[in-house]
């Protein structure tokens, strides 16, 4: 019984990690900040508000590195998260 309860554990923990990494990305050009704040490992609710803002006043973001324009954001966070930031333009810009 213990045996059966400890693997089906393990596999618990094993599928949601598969979950988490089989994450779409997130496009940070049209995202919202709860959408970055969930998506973004290290990036809180008021990075994602400042991510937001600079898009808002600076236009879409051209290249993901452009991120570190972004008070708060610095390459390290960048890198860490460059698997699960899309790059696309939004509709009509």
Do not use: C, W
């Not at 923990?13 to 959408?35: D, H, K, M, R, Y």
């Not at 809180?44 to 879409?60: D, F, K, L, S």
């Amino acid at each position: 019984m213990i045996n059966k309860t400890i693997a089906a554990l393990f596999l618990a923990i094993a599928l949601a990690g598969f979950a988490i990494a089989e994450q779409a990305p997130v496009n940070i050009n049209s995202a919202t900040a709860e959408e970055l704040a969930e998506a973004l490992t290290g990036v809180g609710h008021a990075r994602a508000e400042a991510i937001v803002a600079y898009r808002e006043e600076n236009g879409p973001f051209g290249h993901i590195d452009e991120l570190v324009n972004v008070s708060g954001i610095g390459l390290a966070t960048v890198d860490r998260n460059r698997d699960r930031i899309a790059l696309e333009e939004t509709a009509g810009e």
